[in-house]
């Protein structure tokens, strides 16, 4: 197999469906000849998670719920029984209770607060320090962030923060591990429906606005955000770390709305 990612090996996080973000990314780099693991949460994901792997080609599944540090070392044993060794990985989760995504922040729970700062930031620190002991030669993280962690989004409430500490956190594991040649980014993902999504209130209305706001008036796809992370976890990429980019088909740079804006 040629390719950008020939003989590259690495594990993708938060496969769902074939709507998942995770989903664009996997088809990107195995069409660039990765060999690719992923991990599921749960048994009742398995079954559609099976299926797309198998189209990849790959056989390679690891139940793992990311709140459970148990079940990340028993994914990481799984990993390395197979493969000595990984070159990049992708963490493409995110959780909140769908009833604070809706409202106000201001009412956000102290359970929910710490539930999904634990699930959307945390466990990819939790991820990463498990992976820089398979990548002795160097390696790509990556991860998925949205705008709601810089500006405020309506509903996206607890979320954003979460973003917020997940930027960050990318920043901070940048440095730590640069040294090790372990590079670590993250895509700032214009809205996309998927399974996610559709726990956010109002989320058609997001889209609409970015979708008549955004530079290139359109809404971003699961292959966009492919794109640039196969940029991201290739050797193209070897000069960049600590960033987070923006798919978002430049919504980030607008000050105002579009005068050619229809009215949602
Ligand atoms: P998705 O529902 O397809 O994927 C979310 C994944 O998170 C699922 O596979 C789910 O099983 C997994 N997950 C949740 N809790 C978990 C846990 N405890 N352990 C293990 N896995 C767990 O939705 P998506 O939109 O593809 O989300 C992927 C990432 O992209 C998330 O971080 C999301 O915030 C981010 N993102 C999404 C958008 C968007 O508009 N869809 C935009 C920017 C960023």
């Known amino acids: 197999m040629t390719g950008l990612m020939a003989g590259k090996r690495g594990l993708i996080m938060g496969l769902a469906n074939d709507k998942s973000l995770a989903w664009g990314i996997a088809k990107a780099l195995a069409d660039q ?20 792997a198998e189209q990849l080609g790959s056989d390679f599944l690891i139940d793992c719920d990311v709140s459970d540090m148990a079940a990340l070392d028993r994914t990481f044993d799984a990993l390395k029984a197979r493969w000595e060794t990984i070159d990049f990985l992708v963490h493409a989760i995110g959780f909140s209770d769908k009833n604070e995504l809706r409202g106000q922040f201001v009412d956000t729970s102290l359970d929910n607060f710490l539930l999904t700062m634990n699930i959307s930031a945390y466990s990819f620190v939790a991820v990463t320090r498990r992976a820089r002991a398979m990548m002795p030669e160097g390696g790509s993280i990556l991860t998925l962030t949205y705008y709601g962690a810089e500006k405020v989004i309506p509903h996206y409430n607890v979320m954003g923060v979460a973003k917020a500490a997940l ?44 979708e008549y706001n955004s530079p290139l008036r359109r809404n971003v796809t699961i292959d966009d955000v492919g794109g640039s992370a196969l940029y991201l976890l290739s050797d193209l990429a070897s000069g960049v770390t600590g960033e987070i980019h923006h798919v978002d088909a430049g919504y980030n740079v607008v000050g105002m709305k579009a005068e050619d804006a229809p009215d949602i």
């Not at 990765?34 to 079954?47: C, I, P, T, V």
């Not at 590079?183 to 970015?210: E, Q």
Request: glycine share 10%; no cysteine; net charge positive.
């Open 33 to 52: 000849g990765a060999e690719l693991a992923f991990s599921y949460q749960g048994d009742a994901l398995r079954k559609r998670v099976a299926p797309l």
């Open 167 to 210: 930027e960050t956190s990318v920043k901070y594991l940048a440095m730590d591990l640069g040294p090790e040649n372990i590079r670590v980014n993250a895509i700032s993902a214009g809205p996309i429906k998927t399974l996610a999504a559709s726990g956010i209130g109002d989320f058609r209305y997001i889209l609409k606005w970015n």
